[in-house]
């Protein structure tokens, strides 16, 4: 079962998120950091950012890989997520951006037609990933309807990086980034699979709000379905879900988690 963390706010969250990775980058300096978009990782590149600057952590070898790109938007795009992952990520850790991959890279805006660039983009990606050795530490966040990266419901629990078709509610959730306007969001992604998330060596999944507390249910406490393709987290051997008391507000076995968290031997990292 994963571990699951309840916490009072998001920066105590980004602050355990930050602590372990600070503490993994220091042990192993060529880290593979499997990265994230979105609002909910923000607190914790946040405190990465702090640790690694109050702790002169040299990062100068650290590698990472991105979850997941929208089709269409040009790289220079502001809410691409290469522009965005080099905004919240980059920039704030002062990682070598060479170094740092997104699956949209080869594909820089190229329309949903170019099927054969689309389609080879995936499976790149993915041999990239292998050939640095794997990912580390993943961190995730969640949608409202189960979704990782941006593997939908209906998800093969077994797929690798390839290209999906956006729900509707995602491009609802995510028109705050584009002047609140749905038709200005892409229909489709490029994602890591759940394959691919999968095998990494620890994931990290951080959700707020009472709007994931379904979600996280789903996930933690349901069944393991594509239809919730979180919920393959359950077969995870290291799998971190660190929530706020809103997200957490559907779970059953709250106390014992809790619980367990506060009893955990002062050896054991998260
Ligand atoms: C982002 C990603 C998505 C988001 C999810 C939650 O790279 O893969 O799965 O993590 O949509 O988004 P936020 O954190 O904005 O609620």
Redesign the pocket.
């Known amino acids: 079962m994963a571990e699951v963390i309840i916490v009072k706010t998001q920066e105590e969250a980004g602050e355990l998120y930050g602590r372990s990775v600070a503490d993994l980058i220091k042990a192993k300096p060529d880290a593979v950091l499997g990265?994230?978009?979105?609002?909910?990782?923000?607190a914790a590149y946040k405190a990465l950012a702090k640790i690694v600057k109050e702790e002169s952590i040299d990062v100068s070898g650290v590698r990472g890989f991105?979850?997941?790109e929208y089709i269409g938007l040009p790289l220079t795009h502001p809410e691409s997520?290469h522009a965005?992952i080099h905004r919240t990520v980059v920039e704030p850790l002062g990682l070598d951006p060479a170094k740092v991959h997104v699956p949209g890279d080869a594909l820089d805006g190229a329309p949903l037609e170019d099927g054969e660039r689309i389609a080879a983009a995936g499976p790149a990606y993915d041999a990239a990933i292998e050939a640095a050795g794997g990912i580390d530490v993943q961190i995730?966040?969640?949608?409202?309807d189960g979704?990782?990266?941006?593997?939908e419901p209906g998800s093969s629990l077994a797929s690798g990086t390839r290209v999906k078709t956006l729900t509707e509610q995602?491009r609802i959730?995510?028109a705050r980034f584009f002047d609140d306007d749905i038709n200005q969001v892409p229909t489709h992604c490029i994602?890591?699979g759940i394959g691919t998330i999968m095998k990494a060596r620890h994931l990290v999944l951080?959700?707020?709000?009472a709007?994931?507390a379904e979600a996280v249910a789903e996930t933690v406490e349901g069944g393991i379905s594509s239809f919730c393709p979180a919920s393959a987290l359950q077969l995870h051997p290291h799998a971190t879900i660190i929530v706020d008391e809103e997200a957490a507000g559907r779970l059953r076995n709250k106390d014992y988690y809790r619980y367990s968290f506060e009893h955990k031997p002062a050896w054991q990292a998260i």
């Open positions: 990265l994230a978009t979105g609002s909910s990782p923000l991105a979850l997941d997520y965005t995730l966040g969640i949608g409202t979704h990782v990266g941006f593997n995602t959730d995510n994602t890591q951080l959700a707020f709000g709007g994931k």
